[in-house]
């Protein structure tokens, strides 16, 4: 994957830049910095560059090693990697967020959206309950050797996942390749609406996994603060809902128990900036989003973002389309020295 924008890095800016966050955001965005000499440093808080492309995404969708070479050619060029780095508003992270403000001409917030939703239903929190995005950050953390196995709990031979998105089915995926025998994908409507597709799904179903419709749980159940089963109801689906789709209404007297070893619950995700709400000063919706202008910038002046961190759970396309056009108003920006 190329995220050099350029043949040639001239020296056509003298600045200095911090990208917080490595994914496909941050990664475009350095590289189009980089082209006009512009100084970049990307902080991140895993080990390798690549956020949800090396961490998250599985190979046949995504294969890592097109990622790792055109990181390879950014850290070549010059683009400076702080690995393992976590930028917080709060001492006891690797490096404080006004600290990091204070040192550069400007800054992109690229941190993705890491906070799981949660359903919000009882025994959520019993072990044996898992939240995708994190379970499968572990994963590959493990499978790629930078964490001892430890850190990943065993999911057991049958496990539910919760939802129908792209996440959902790579839960699916990683439940399978975890050595579970019996692995169900429930989702709360049909498959027709299912934000992943039908191809991914029917995919899903070949290699064993089974498809269940309209249900969702509605307690999980647990023995010693394990889970031991769930609760589910049973849907019928309405109107369409502010998504179009339509709306899943429970159907009362459906209640069933679902026995399963384990859940992984892949129901979304929220915006994680790397600062606790109004820092600064700097805007952020109620869930949770970076508010940006047209240009990608924030009500801060000299601060940017791009990425799932300003629009929510997204896809690969739009960050990256979101990092070239927050870095090209940074170029604007430095040209411009507005800085204050
Ligand atoms: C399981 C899963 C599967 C997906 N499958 C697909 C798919 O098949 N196709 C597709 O197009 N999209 C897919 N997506 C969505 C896609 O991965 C994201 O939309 C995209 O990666 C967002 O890019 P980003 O650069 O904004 O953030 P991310 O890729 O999330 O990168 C953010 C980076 O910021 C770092 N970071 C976060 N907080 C801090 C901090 N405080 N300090 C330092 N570093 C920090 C993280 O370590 C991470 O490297 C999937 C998402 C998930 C969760």
Redesign the pocket.
């Known amino acids: 994957m190329k995220f050099l924008k350029c043949k040639e890095v001239s020296n056509k800016i003298k600045a200095k830049v911090a990208i917080?966050?490595?994914?496909?955001?941050?990664?475009t965005a350095a590289g189009v910095l980089l082209c006009d000499g512009i100084e970049v440093d990307v902080?991140?808080?895993?080990p390798e560059?690549?956020?949800?492309?090396?961490?998250?995404?599985?190979e046949f969708?995504?294969p890592k090693s097109g990622v790792r070479e055109g990181v390879k050619e950014l850290k070549e060029k010059g683009v400076n990697f702080y690995l393992n780095?976590?930028?917080?508003d709060s001492e006891k992270?690797?490096i404080n967020f006004e600290e990091i403000v204070s040192k550069y001409d400007a800054l992109l917030l690229?941190?993705?959206?890491?906070e799981p939703r949660k359903m919000n239903i009882e025994g959520e929190d019993l072990s044996g309950v898992y939240h995708?995005?994190p379970y499968?950050v572990s994963y590959y953390l493990v499978k790629f050797g930078y964490k001892d196995s430890s850190i990943l709990p065993r999911l057991g031979k049958s496990v539910a996942v919760i939802g129908g998105g792209?996440?959902a089915?790579?839960?699916a995926l990683v439940a399978l390749e975890s050595g579970a025998k019996d692995v169900y994908l429930v989702y709360r409507r049909t498959r027709k609406e299912a934000p992943a597709g039908e191809k991914e799904i029917s995919s899903l179903e070949s290699k064993g996994v089974k498809v269940v419709e309209r249900k969702v749980p509605v307690k999980f159940v647990g023995e010693n603060e394990k889970l031991k089963y769930m609760i589910t109801v049973d849907l019928t689906l309405g109107a369409p809902d502010h998504t179009g789709r339509p709306s899943p209404i429970p159907l009362p007297g459906t209640e069933k128990s679902f026995e399963v070893d384990s859940v992984i619950v892949?129901v979304g995700?929220k915006s994680?900036p790397?600062f606790k709400k109004n820092k600064l000063g700097i805007e952020v919706s109620e869930d949770g989003r970076v508010l940006v202008d047209q240009k990608k910038r924030t009500n801060k002046v000299g601060i940017f973002a791009?990425?799932?961190?300003e629009?929510g759970?997204?896809?690969?396309?739009?960050?990256v389309k979101?990092?070239i056009d927050a870095a090209l108003s940074i170029k604007e920006f430095l040209i411009s020295r507005k800085w204050k």
């Open positions: 917080i966050g490595a994914g496909p955001a941050g990664l902080f991140d808080m895993l560059p690549g956020g949800l492309m090396i961490f998250g995404i599985p969708r995504i780095t976590r930028i917080e992270y690797d690229a941190t993705g959206a890491w995708a995005a499968i792209l996440t089915v790579d839960s892949a995700g994680t790397p791009a990425g799932d961190v629009s759970p997204s896809l690969i396309g739009p960050a979101s990092g």
